[in-house]
Every structure is written in structure tokens, then in C-alpha cells.
């Protein structure tokens, strides 16, 4: 089985480190005969000088910057846009099945204030987004931690997914803030695997964990024994996004493994 049975893989790429590992992952997990695009945003100057345009980037400059790509991506055809990267990936995001990007892991009030582009293109991206921080590494077990909102069924389907392209186990983890209250989530959770094709539940081997505390430090805990976190991006308030950010963010900007999100659709 492909992975996530994609046929066009977005890749953008900024010649640091984390793109180029995102390369890497693409050709690990991908053959030929998926396209594999390596997208370029050059970002303009935010404050002209003199208040006057930033002239466009010239043919010479768009050359150049293409015979770059080429390059530090073997076996690409780059494409080069000029604009700000988080909103032209999402929109080039349109057009993939997947895109594979890396993480800087901006920290401090930078990313209080502007987040990192990897979080900007998970928030609003209509295709899901794998973030990556190191080089590609085998995965035996994918774990996808769910919560009873609807929108989480999405994660697992995704996870699942996932977790039969590459041949791996699938552990699916609910966190509950207050153990004992409430209806016992393995109701729920039961129904929740029952809506996943037979072919997919015997392929993964879904485990259920059902653990009590805060769901971004339990998430991080149980991760470190997966090789890929799988959820799905949901957009909170405002208010909640600019403060706290979705969990899937807080995930992004802590996790040391690969993580998957998949559009909630919302």
C-alpha cells in the first residue's frame, strides 16, 4: 500500500537544513512515480525603502535561484513564486496530496507573535501537512492521539492510513483531564475505530491508551516511543490561537518526531 496513496507531494524548499530533510523524507517514502515538487517562496522586503515598490525578481535572479534548487534537490523540477511563503504554500497546497515540510523550531516571542511558517501552513493547509525536524527514520508504530469531537476521526483515518503505507503498528491515545468523570471513553473510541474500513483495522493493529492529565505533556510523553505522532489540525478562537495556539501547534513546536496533520476540514 502507498503512502497515504498520494501522487503529488509538495516540498518547499529554502536551501536550510530542515527543507533539505524534508527532501530526504520524500524520497524515502515516495518512488518515482509520485511528482515531487520543490517550491520556492522568496519573500519581498516587508518595509520598502523609501516607500517605493520592491522591483520583482528578475529572469537572471529566477535562474539562478532554479539552478540552486536543482541542485540541492536532485531530480526536481523547482518552481520559484515570489510572495509570503506561509500563504503561497497553502495555496500551492491545493494542488498536492501531501505536503512535506521542514521545521525551524523558531522559538521565543518570534513565534509568540508570528509563529513559524511550518504552524502558519498546518492552521489553514487544504491537504494534509507532514513536519519534519531531522532526516528520515524507519517507523514501526505511528501513534494518533484522539479526543470525541468529531473533527478527530479525520487524525485517526489519516493515522491509519499512514500506519498501513509504511507497515506499522497503531497505538490511538485519549487523554482525559478528569479520571473517573464522565462516560468511559472506550465507548466511544470503540465506535470511532469501527469507522475505519476492516481492511485498514487489520492492517495496523489498533491499541487503545487511555490515560488521565494534560493532553499536549501526555501526547509528548507517549510519542517519544513512536516514530510518527498523526492528528488533526483544528482551529480554535482567535483569541485561543494567537495565546495558547491548537494543540496540533503546541505538538509542532515540542515533538521530536515527525508529525502528520491532517485538515479537519473546518
Known amino acids: 500500500m502507498d503512502f497515504l496513496d498520494a501522487r503529488r507531494v509538495l516540498i518547499p524548499a529554502d536551501f536550510s537544513r530542515p527543507s533539505r530533510n524534508a527532501w530526504a523524507w520524500a524520497g524515502e517514502l515516495f518512488d518515482l512515480d509520485v511528482t515531487k515538487e520543490v517550491f520556492f517562496a522568496a519573500e519581498r522586503p516587508s518595509a520598502p525603502a523609501f516607500d517605493l515598490p520592491t522591483p520583482p525578481l528578475r529572469g537572471a535572479d529566477l535562474r539562478r535561484l532554479a539552478a540552486s534548487l536543482r541542485k540541492q534537490y536532485p531530480g526536481s523540477k523547482p518552481r520559484v513564486l515570489e510572495g509570503d ?58 501513534l494518533a492521539p484522539v479526543n470525541l469531537a468529531p473533527y478527530s476521526r479525520k487524525g485517526l483515518q489519516l493515522a491509519a492510513k499512514a500506519a498501513a503505507g ?18 468511559n471513553p472506550r465507548f466511544f473510541l470503540n465506535a470511532m475505530l469501527e469507522t475505519l474500513p476492516e481492511r485498514l483495522r487489520k492492517a495496523v493493529a489498533p491499541k487503545f491508551i487511555i490515560r488521565a492529565g494534560d493532553p499536549l505533556r501526555e501526547i509528548l510523553a507517549e510519542s517519544r516511543k513512536h516514530g510518527l505522532l498523526v492528528l488533526a489540525a483544528h482551529r480554535k478562537s482567535l483569541l485561543s490561537d494567537l495565546v495558547l495556539g491548537t494543540t496540533v501547534e503546541r505538538v509542532l513546536r515540542h515533538s521530536s518526531i515527525p508529525v502528520l496533520a491532517a485538515p479537519s476540514g473546518r
Do not use: N, Q, Y
Open 166 to 183: 509504511l507497515g506499522a503498528t497503531l497505538t490511538v491515545l485519549f487523554v482525559t483531564e478528569e479520571k473517573g468523570r464522565g462516560p
Open 85 to 142: 511563503p506561509a500563504a503561497l504554500i497553502v495555496r500551492e497546497a491545493r494542488k498536492a496530496d501531501l505536503v512535506i515540510m521542514g521545521s525551524h523550531g523558531r522559538e521565543g516571542l518570534s513565534r509568540a507573535l508570528l509563529g513559524s511558517v511550518a504552524e502558519a501552513v498546518v492552521r489553514d493547509a487544504p491537504a494534509p501537512v507532514l513536519v519534519v525536524k531531522s532526516g528520515p527514520k524507519p517507523v514501526e508504530s505511528v
